[in-house]
């Protein structure tokens, strides 16, 4: 009967962990990135932007188009023209003024031109080829290819944003779950205190009103289990939320517990993080486009140059017309002299609009300073904060063995014990918040520097 009883115990593990999916951090990061759609978004802008790019390239080649046109005219009337003696004038003066009222000797036999049905086709080939736009087509070619690299740089951005919500969803996963150990094992030390004064007060060692403050104390331990493993299951759901699986699906993480590992950080962190973070690296090629505006716009005043040739081909039309092949070499040239100032106007606008972008740069630069700063103190504060709770954790465990012993020697009463137990399950809940605490700064601050990746 024992056998079988550990039998269904084991069905009962084994099917329990069936349904358990465990994520590490970095698998939970590669499915995150997999899923967010700013992620897939900022790849469909990179290749959006690389196409752009091989679109204003061939801006600098030949461009050769063809046309071609076929008119058919039904059932035209014929033309006929009747002949006769062709009208003249009795004097040059008469002439002139139109006044043809005599008959000459001059006989015209006339004609009959019979028009039907005509078939009209025309075909046409034409290459242009640019050669001097002012340094329009360089200019663009050149913003496209900064805009390419903004759009990489502006996925970067995305993926450290995504990267930060899915450590935050992680980690707070692992210490609400160390919360969860905790509060069972207060739970089961107010149990052992309980069933203990039980036996005391059975045998008329201890009072009642000692046992009630072991069972309201256990109540409200009971409770507060209760409520953690609801936030437990919350913080489940968030991961899930943010590495695109199911809400209901029972994903566990690998990591047990927050270990706490200070990482050297260099002096040059202001440095690296005015050089690494994408926000600057975008605004830098937004003042870089911008100047390229410039150009563009000032190429306006430039003459523009280009050469081409075209071949027409017309067909015969009846006994009206032969068919015809025409060969065109043309060069151009357009030269902008005056509109009242628009070309002006327009370049004043890019080189204002240039100026706002340094600006922005600049105010961003300062901005992004003074929140690396904040996020390095942070992370010191939440370090010193990790030392200071481990010092009150080993001290609640040395006042929770003093009161524990004096207690069952009967020289301290159940509150002292009750509020010993309590200060140590504060203490070790203070120090899970405190290496929480240390690891959300050290994210965020891995980020402020541009150094948060996969």
Known sequence: ?????????????????????????????????????????????????????????????????????????????????????????????????????????????GFNLEMGNINYQSANVQLAQPIYMGGKVRSSYHMSKLGSELSIYNKKLQSSEVLLETDQAYWNLVSIKEKESLAQKYVDMLTTLVLDLNNAYNLEITTKNELLKAQVQLNQARLDLFKTKNVHTLSKMALCQVIGKDLKSEVVATDTSINVVENKIQADYLQKALLNRPELLMQAKQVEISKEQVKYERANYLPQMGVGASYTYTNKINSILPS???????????????????????????????????????????????????????????????????????????????????????????????????????????????????????IRFLKSIGKLDI
Not at 376 to 391: G, H, R
């Open 1 to 109: 009967m024992k056998n079988i009883y550990m039998l269904l115990l084991l069905s009962l593990v084994v099917i329990q962990g069936v349904g358990q999916e465990k994520l590490s951090l970095k698998e939970s990061r590669k499915l995150a990135l997999e899923y967010n759609k700013k992620i897939k978004i900022a790849d469909l802008m990179i290749s959006e932007n690389q196409s752009n790019v091989k679109f204003t390239f061939t801006h600098f080649l030949p461009n050769l188009s063809a046309a071609g046109s076929y008119n058919y005219f039904h059932n035209i009337d014929d033309i006929n023209l009747s002949g006769g003696f062709l009208k003249t004038a009795s004097s040059l003066a008469e002439a002139q003024q139109g006044n043809f009222i005599g008959d000459s000797d001059i006989y015209f036999p």
């Open 324 to 442: 015809s092949k025409i060969l065109t070499v043309q060069a151009n040239v357009t030269i902008p002299i005056f509109h009242w100032q628009e070309r002006k106007h327009k370049l004043a606008t890019a080189r204002f609009r240039s100026k706002q972008k340094e600006l922005e740069l600049d105010r961003a630069e300062d901005i992004i300073s003074l929140e690396v700063q904040q996020s390095y103190f942070n992370l010191q504060e939440a370090l010193q904060q990790i030392e200071l709770a481990k010092i009150s954790m080993d001290q609640a465990n040395e006042n929770l063995e003093l009161t524990k012993n004096s207690f069952y020697e009967e020289l301290a009463n159940t509150r002292e014990l009750l509020d010993a137990q309590a200060f140590w399950q504060k203490a070790h809940s203070e120090l899970i918040d405190s290496k929480i605490n240390y690891k959300l700064n050290e």
